[in-house]
């Protein structure tokens, strides 16, 4: 299973734009990136998935290089309500296939 | 649509003593999973379950802890005799796609 290494932690203001990069040299030909949140005494929530090139939706995109060995989460305008910990995930839908939570990146937004 | 229902929210027991959690997942979805996470770290995956049938339950603590689904809907999970490693929170989670799983609210378990 691929890992993903990505930092522990971020600051920001509101307003701004926020990026937050993982790395996952190992990734799978059949693997998705997943990006989640978490809100203190929540679950995870699903925020975001690509395989390749841009995705976009309401709340976040995700940038995916050509060799797909990283991706990038950018959260436009953050606000104090995205304080979260943001995990990124690689995995495929096979049968049986867990995907496994590293730490995460803490990321503080500030007014 | 309804999320992921777990229940009780939070859970305060002694040492050696049982305790049992349950979950009901999105209807409609036949994957379940159980994690484990503890203050400062990601969720650690305890079992997963496609319908009623275990797909993978090999980081579960099998001398204490079970979980069962039954009718492949419901599912609870037991913890007996409870260790004070054991404080956490206990997060069900179901999909569709095990790549986009939903999590429920969790349970926060502490041991004393």
């Known amino acids: 299973l691929a890992k993903t290494t990505q930092p522990i932690s971020m600051d920001s203001y509101e307003g701004q734009e926020v990026n937050i990069t993982c790395s996952h040299n190992n990734i799978a030909t059949n693997d998705y990136i997943t990006w989640y949140q978490q809100f203190p005494s929540q679950g995870p929530r699903f925020i975001i998935q690509?395989?390749?090139t841009k995705v976009t939706n309401e709340v976040a995109s995700l940038f995916i290089p050509a060799d797909r060995k990283s991706s990038t989460l950018s959260l436009p305008r953050v606000s104090l309500s995205d304080t979260a910990v943001y995990y990124c995930l690689v995995g495929s839908s096979g049968a049986g296939t867990a995907l496994i939570f590293g730490k995460g990146t803490t990321l503080s937004v500030s007014s | 649509e309804a999320g992921v229902a777990q229940s009780p929210r939070y859970k305060i027991i002694e040492k050696r003593q049982s305790v049992a959690f349950w979950c009901n997942p999105i209807s409609g979805h036949a994957t379940l999973y159980w994690y484990q996470q503890i203050l400062g770290q990601g969720p650690k995956l305890l079992i997963q379950?496609?319908?009623?049938?275990?797909?993978?339950d090999s980081q579960l603590p099998k001398d204490r802890f079970s979980a069962e689904r039954l009718k492949g809907v419901d599912s609870t999970l037991k913890i007996q005799p409870a260790k004070l490693e054991d404080s956490a929170v206990y997060l069900c989670?179901?999909?569709?796609?095990?790549?986009?799983?939903?999590f429920g609210p969790g349970t926060r378990l502490t041991v004393l």
């Open positions: 690509g395989y390749k």
């Open positions: 379950f496609q319908n009623n049938g275990v797909v993978d």
């Open positions: 989670a179901s999909s569709l796609d095990p790549t986009a799983q939903y």
